[in-house]
């Protein structure tokens, strides 16, 4: 019998490819790039997820692509336990600019994660389509 323990793995699974649509188009450009873009409103000045053409606050079409440095805190997540790759979490995170943002945590085991956790955005290749925004501990 051995004292040796295995350390807890640290959570990667395939993610499949995101819809890109005409409206979602250049955020996914940049996450190709690298970048990662929110929207704002010019018209209440409120930054919005997930990026769309029409303010969820106010409906004013008059939006603009930010470019975030994707960091912000874990508000909330759950680990899947039941899953063929081994244990993920997924969960939101707010942004720093003030927006939630419902993601994957990798880089971290399982109990490696806590609410108000300090993270930042990575980018995930996927299965055939651009890479994915997922965050990570800082």
Known sequence: MSD????????????????????????????????????RCNGCKQAHWYPRAICPFCFSEDTVWEESPGEGVIYTYSVMHRSPTGPYAIGYVTLNEGPAVMTNFVDVTPDG???GQKVKVRFQETEGGPPVPVFAPV
């Open 4 to 39: 040796v323990q295995e350390a807890p793995a640290v959570m990667t699974r395939k993610i499949p490819a995101p819809a890109v649509t005409i409206e979602s188009k250049p955020f996914w450009d940049a996450a190709a790039e690298g970048r990662f873009l929110i929207k």
């Open 113 to 115: 994660l806590s609410i």
